[in-house]
């Protein structure tokens, strides 16, 4: 390009460069950044132009490891969406999490402390590359989801403009509708997901999972991620599934959840007990790279509708 205008190239040649590593939980892909030695700023569109698989790393989170601000507490771990929105959970980001902090040697603690947007949750390596991770007590009041609901139930019918359809409402400190279905195959998971991703009654959007049931403790699960659309697996999405599962009395307390990326295993005593998962953690490969510029290169996702940018 001539005329004086800077490219996203010459844009990217300039600053320090950035350490980061590339992550997944299932097929669930991530770049996870150490802001404690490394402190720095993103904005959206950053993250955005990030996350392009074409033009960037490709992920479907970024996650941040920050200097915690609580007592007791190891880490402040933060989630942003490919779409440049921060989010307050992610299951499969939070077994990576754990793994990095103790790859990086960040701590060597088996049980590790992280506080989220939504509180604090604990990790626990528990061998190889397999991580527990307490994901705490699963939300079913409708305003603190928030869903919009008269009162609480197990099952709502919600109009999407054709057939009605009946969901389950459930937060994970993130937002999730749950549909029961009969093939996950065949399931409309990326036309119905985007559609209630948006819809009015989930305000600040949702994560859609479409969940077959196989038997009383294994379940077949595809997730239509808020800010990411269709991801291989979704770590709060199995829980919520099993949850929602468990309401409508369909499901034993322990269960096998097979998402396109793989499996996880999701424990839930019922209401007012925290919900665990475990599953496994994987490094890709580390690298490093000048951070984009501040002006929009970003070719994919923009949320038309942001629920969260205070980056
Ligand atoms: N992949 C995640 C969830 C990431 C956040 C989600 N898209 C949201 O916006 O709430 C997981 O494994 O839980």
Redesign the pocket.
């Known amino acids: 390009m001539s005329g004086g205008q800077e490219t996203g190239q010459q844009r990217r040649n300039q600053g320090p460069l950035l350490r980061f590593s590339k992550m997944h ?1 299932l097929g ?1 892909d991530f770049m996870v950044i150490d802001a404690i030695s490394q402190p720095f700023r993103l904005r959206p569109e950053m993250i955005r132009e990030l996350a392009d698989r074409n033009f960037g790393v490709g992920f ?2 970024l996650l941040v490891v920050e200097p915690p601000g609580l007592p007791d507490v190891d880490f402040r771990y933060r ?1 942003f ?1 490919a779409d440049g ?1 921060e ?7 939070a077994r990576c999490f754990a793994k990095f902090v103790r790859d990086q040697r960040l701590t060597n603690k088996k049980i590790i402390r992280v506080q989220t947007a939504n509180g604090v949750i604990e990790l626990r390596a528990v061998k190889d590359s397999m991580v527990m991770v307490n994901m705490g007590v699963p939300e079913l009041n409708p305003a603190a989801i928030p869903f919009a609901a008269e009162r609480r139930k197990d099952v709502y019918t919600v109009d999407v403009g054709t057939e009605p359809v009946e969901l389950s409402a459930v937060s994970m400190g ?1 937002p999730h509708a749950v549909i029961v279905v009969e093939d996950v195959d065949s399931a409309p998971v990326s036309e119905l997901g985007s559609r209630l991703e948006y819809h009015p009654r989930f305000p600040s959007r949702a ?1 859609i999972g479409f969940l077959q049931i196989v038997s009383r403790n294994h379940v077949r699960l595809r997730v239509y ?4 659309g269709e ?1 291989l ?5 199995a829980c919520a599934a099993v949850v929602a599962g468990r309401l409508r009395g369909l499901l034993d307390d322990r269960v096998e959840v097979e998402l396109p990326g793989g499996r996880l295993v999701i424990e839930w005593q019922g209401e007012g007990a925290p919900v665990m998962m475990e599953g496994p953690a994987t490094s890709v490969f580390e690298g490093q790279l000048r951070l984009p510029g501040d002006s929009s290169g970003s070719r994919r996702r923009k949320p038309s509708r942001p629920n969260k940018q205070r980056i």
């Open positions: 939980g669930n479907d989170q989630i969406n929105s989010v307050e959970q992610c299951g499969n980001g993130n994560n991620e808020r800010g990411s991801t697996a979704c770590g709060s999405g």
